[in-house]
């Protein structure tokens, strides 16, 4: 029996016994308690707790399952057997207060013997050692003896507050030949018997209402179903695998199946958790997904297979899954896009962490690798402390675990020491103020010049070496140094044709530009370099500014004369603009205002870069910044004849370069000032 027919005898099964039938809740739980929907009850957690309406007595679904991080975590056990995942499918049924011991004791008994088949020879349960009634039910349904077990085995909860009760589950007998216990038992259903709910102090308080939640593992189902052992050899991991061989050009072997394994089951639970919205990031859910699908291009990797794999396979997952779950189609282009992104950031840093790792292991004494080297793959290259720890557990070595937090800490107190502390440094250089060169703006992509400081972990130094985070002076620079809420440059400087320096900003300190970044070669003070920049960042940057501009002339005709600017800060493509006006916006202000900037960008106006005195500007009626200082000779952007502001930043030529303007949000940041985010450019469109 496949998955999709395993799947629908459950539920024709329950509806058949009065059960509502629902779809999967998502992935992400409405539950600040968990990273991830871990369980089919978690959607059902308010209802359970009597803090929501049961919108049915009786319900059933299949839901989809994610346990890596947090309190059910099995990610480090998935490739190693034959039933771990991260992600998997779990079928439950439920009662709120209707059936409860022996209806689900009955149902859970017929269903497996019954409708499924399964020998009850081959069948075991366990209750609570407590639990006197289910045992009593047990032995009277299906003629078995329970074997009684403790709170470690027989009482569940999704975290460590919220409903719980003592549960009794079934295993199945995978076969006496079958050497290791945990193996050959398995367990494919629990019944749990909602009843308590614990709160922060473990105190346990009587539910409302006493309740069935139930769940077993569509996986271990298939197993059963189709005479496997291993969960993935069933039908529908067997089409993930077939699909892995062709993308990476290798066939699975007795050696590399716990990679096959690996990138299958993180292919599900990357391609899904996506699908429901997860983002990849360095923070809690999106950091879980990060790690797994890192974890899996690591696997790739040491199937020879380089760069985007996941992304690659996501459609082997819509064959397989997609009639179950149709989100996974529905979102393909966007979960696609987004693991591109995120396999395109890592190949790399993969490639090059593994070697510093290998250069590592020979050095490695009594099997422990030193934090420090755990840190720096971390830091530098990415590798999420679990990746390192996976990639050396078939080695036997450990990590320093105490030794990685330790340089954290570290590396933790020095950035903070350094934004603090950088700024001072830097106004302490005097021969850079001597610079000329240093403070004015070109607009040139790509110049050469020399490297007149490095400051690294705030010391000024000679040379610096790949790895270093560093913050670099040079005699002259064509990187715009975040001013007047534009933020800077980034971009890259090469030293004979090798990039040595990724600059993520470039700051600025009283009028000298700081290139901050990441050394990827080394850097040494006199070296000659060319400096580029990232000229779609910067042009992005410019309509944003631009758009600025007619943002804020746009508002005084919409609004009134009055409408000040506060305060800016211009992205590549997006826009927050404070200004002076005392309520909220109308939809219909909005929408006039955003039309009008679209009106003027249609208009394709030329926008005017000029110097001029200050006195000029001014006769001409040129907008100025409240408060700001300004030289003798200034710069004035005038786009057509609707706007004209005293400005240092980056703009366009032609308002038809900002393509489109959308406004997202207006609101109030304190009384009398409201704040507008706009997109331009293709993120608008
Ligand atoms: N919530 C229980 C479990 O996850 C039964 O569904 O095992």
Same mark, same amino acid.
């Given at each position: 029996?496949?998955?999709?027919?395993?799947?629908?005898?459950?539920?024709?099964?329950?509806?058949?016994?009065?059960?509502?039938?629902?779809?999967?809740?998502?992935?992400?739980?409405?539950?600040?308690?968990?990273?991830?929907?871990?369980?089919?009850?978690?959607?059902?957690?308010?209802?359970?707790?009597?803090?929501?309406?049961?919108?049915?007595?009786?319900?059933? &679904?299949?839901?989809?399952?994610?346990?890596?991080?947090?309190?059910?975590?099995?990610?480090?056990?998935?490739?190693?057997?034959?039933?771990?995942?991260?992600?998997?499918?779990?079928?439950?049924?439920?009662?709120?207060?209707? /059936?409860?011991?022996?209806?689900?004791?009955?149902?859970?008994?017929?269903?497996?013997?019954?409708?499924?088949?399964?020998?009850?020879?081959?069948?075991?349960?366990?209750?609570?050692?407590?639990?006197?009634?289910?045992?009593?039910?047990?032995?009277?349904?299906?003629?078995?003896?329970?074997?009684?077990?403790?709170?470690?085995?027989?009482?569940?909860?999704?975290?460590?507050?919220?409903?719980?009760?003592?549960?009794?589950?079934?295993? /199945?007998?995978?076969?006496? &030949?079958?050497?290791?216990?945990?193996?050959?038992?398995?367990?494919?259903?629990?019944?749990?018997?909602?009843?308590?709910?614990?709160?922060?102090?473990?105190?346990?308080?009587?539910?409302?209402?006493?309740?069935?939640?139930?769940?077993?593992?569509?996986?271990?189902?298939?197993?059963?179903?189709?005479?496997?052992?291993?969960?993935?050899?069933?039908?529908?991991?067997?089409?993930?695998?077939?699909?892995?061989?062709?993308?990476?050009?290798?066939?699975?072997?007795?050696?590399?199946?716990?990679?096959?394994?690996?990138?299958?089951?993180?292919?599900?639970?990357?391609?899904?958790?996506?699908?429901?919205?997860?983002?990849?990031?360095?923070?809690?859910?999106?950091?879980?997904?990060?790690?797994?699908?890192?974890?899996?291009?690591?696997?790739?990797?040491?199937?020879?297979?380089?760069?985007?794999?996941?992304?690659?396979?996501?459609?082997?997952?819509?064959?397989?899954?997609?009639?179950?779950?149709?989100?996974?189609?529905?979102?393909?282009?966007?979960?696609?896009?987004?693991?591109?992104?995120?396999?395109?950031?890592?190949? &790399?840093?993969?490639?090059?962490?593994?070697?510093?790792?290998?250069?590592?292991?020979?050095?490695?004494?009594?099997?422990?690798?030193?934090?420090?080297?755990?840190?720096?793959?971390?830091?530098?290259?990415?590798?999420?402390?679990?990746?390192?720890?996976?990639?050396?557990?078939?080695?036997?070595?450990?990590?320093?675990?105490?030794?990685?937090?330790?340089?954290?800490?570290?590396?933790?107190?020095?950035?903070?020491?350094?934004?603090?502390?950088?700024?001072?440094?830097?106004?302490?250089?005097?021969?850079?103020?001597?610079?000329?060169?240093?403070?004015? /703006?070109?607009?040139?992509?790509?110049?050469?010049?020399?490297?007149?400081?490095?400051?690294?972990?705030?010391?000024?130094?000679?040379?610096?070496?790949?790895?270093?985070?560093?913050?670099?002076?040079?005699?002259?620079?064509?990187?715009?140094?975040?001013?007047?809420?534009?933020?800077?440059?980034?971009?890259?400087?090469?030293?004979?044709?090798?990039?040595?320096?990724?600059?993520?900003?470039?700051?600025?300190?009283?009028?000298?530009?700081?290139?901050?970044?990441? %050394?990827?070669?080394?850097?040494?003070?006199?070296?000659?370099?060319?400096?580029?920049?990232?000229?779609?960042?910067?042009?992005?940057?410019?309509?944003?500014?631009?758009?600025?501009?007619?943002?804020?002339?746009?508002?005084?005709?919409?609004?009134?004369?009055?409408?000040?600017?506060?305060?800016?800060?211009?992205?590549?493509?997006?826009?927050?603009?404070?200004?002076?006006?005392?309520?909220?916006?109308?939809?219909?202000?909005?929408?006039?205002?955003?039309?009008?900037?679209?009106?003027?960008?249609?208009?394709?106006?030329?926008?005017?870069?000029?110097?001029?005195?200050?006195?000029?500007?001014?006769?001409?009626?040129?907008?100025?910044?409240?408060?700001?200082?300004?030289?003798?000779?200034?710069?004035?952007?005038?786009?057509?004849?609707?706007?004209?502001? %005293?400005?240092?930043?980056?703009?366009?030529?032609?308002?038809?370069?900002?393509?489109?303007?959308?406004?997202?949000?207006?609101?109030?940041?304190?009384?009398?000032?409201?704040?507008?985010?706009?997109?331009?450019?293709?993120?608008?469109?």
């Amino acid at each position: 029996m496949k998955y999709n027919e395993i799947r629908k005898t459950f539920l024709d099964f329950f509806e058949s016994k009065g059960h509502k039938i629902v779809p999967s809740a998502s992935l992400i739980p409405n539950d600040p308690t968990l990273l991830f929907t871990v369980a089919g009850m978690v959607p059902w957690k308010g209802i359970l707790q009597g803090t929501e309406p049961a919108f049915a007595p009786r319900v059933a &679904d299949v839901q989809k399952c994610i346990r890596a991080g947090g309190k059910h975590n099995d990610l480090d056990e998935v490739g190693y057997d034959g039933r771990h995942h991260t992600f998997f499918e779990m079928v439950g049924n439920w009662s709120f207060g209707d /059936y409860f011991k022996e209806g689900a004791i009955e149902y859970s008994w017929e269903l497996l013997t019954k409708v499924l088949g399964l020998d009850p020879a081959k069948l075991r349960v366990t209750t609570h050692e407590t639990d006197e009634e289910s045992t009593a039910i047990w032995k009277k349904v299906a003629g078995k003896d329970a074997i009684r077990l403790g709170d470690k085995d027989n009482w569940w909860s999704a975290g460590d507050t919220g409903p719980c009760g003592p549960c009794t589950e079934i295993f /199945y007998d995978f076969g006496a &030949d079958i050497e290791n216990e945990d193996d050959r038992w398995v367990e494919i259903w629990n019944d749990v018997f909602m009843q308590y709910d614990r709160d922060a102090n473990g105190n346990l308080t009587p539910l409302p209402k006493k309740n069935v939640d139930t769940g077993g593992g569509l996986e271990r189902w298939a197993a059963i179903m189709q005479g496997k052992v291993d969960n993935y050899d069933t039908d529908l991991f067997v089409g993930l695998m077939k699909s892995i061989e062709d993308v990476v050009g290798v066939q699975k072997n007795a050696e590399n199946t716990p990679s096959f394994k690996v990138i299958a089951d993180h292919l599900r639970a990357v391609g899904f958790a996506i699908a429901d919205g997860v983002i990849p990031s360095n923070t809690d859910r999106g950091y879980v997904i990060r790690r797994i699908l890192r974890r899996a291009m690591r696997h790739g990797q040491m199937l020879g297979h380089k760069g985007a794999l996941l992304s690659k396979l996501y459609p082997a997952l819509i064959t397989e899954m997609g009639a179950a779950y149709p989100e996974l189609a529905r979102e393909e282009s966007r979960v696609v896009e987004i693991i591109q992104n995120e396999e395109n950031a890592f190949a &790399d840093m993969l490639q090059n962490g593994m070697k510093l790792l290998e250069n590592e292991i020979p050095k490695v004494n009594n099997n422990v690798l030193p934090g420090e080297v755990a840190f720096k793959l971390f830091d530098t290259y990415g590798f999420p402390l679990d990746l390192t720890q996976m990639i050396l557990r078939d080695k036997n070595i450990d990590v320093d675990v105490a030794g990685f937090e330790k340089s954290m800490a570290e590396q933790k107190e020095r950035s903070r020491a350094n934004t603090k502390g950088t700024r001072t440094l830097w106004e302490s250089q005097t021969q850079l103020s001597d610079t000329d060169d240093t403070k004015k /703006y070109m607009p040139e992509n790509e110049m050469e010049s020399k490297v007149l400081s490095i400051l690294r972990n705030g010391e000024f130094v000679q040379s610096a070496n790949a790895g270093d985070e560093v913050e670099v002076a040079l005699d002259k620079t064509n990187f715009y140094g975040t001013q007047g809420g534009q933020v800077g440059d980034s971009g890259e400087i090469k030293k004979d044709d090798n990039t040595v320096m990724n600059v993520s900003e470039a700051a600025r300190v009283n009028n000298v530009v700081i290139h901050k970044g990441v %050394l990827t070669d080394s850097l040494n003070v006199g070296d000659t370099v060319k400096t580029i920049i990232n000229q779609s960042a910067r042009q992005q940057t410019a309509r944003a500014h631009t758009a600025t501009h007619l943002l804020q002339a746009a508002l005084r005709h919409v609004l009134n004369e009055d409408v000040e600017q506060r305060g800016s800060k211009v992205s590549p493509d997006s826009v927050r603009f404070d200004f002076s006006f005392g309520r909220a916006m109308t939809p219909e202000e909005k929408q006039a205002t955003e039309d009008l900037i679209n009106q003027w960008i249609n208009a394709d106006m030329p926008v005017k870069h000029e110097e001029m005195s200050l006195d000029e500007a001014k006769s001409k009626g040129a907008m100025a910044l409240f408060g700001e200082k300004y030289g003798d000779t200034v710069k004035v952007i005038t786009a057509g004849d609707v706007s004209c502001e %005293l400005c240092g930043g980056t703009h366009i030529y032609h308002t038809g370069e900002i393509i489109r303007a959308k406004i997202n949000k207006e609101k109030s940041i304190s009384s009398g000032i409201r704040r507008i985010t706009m997109s331009v450019g293709t993120l608008a469109e």
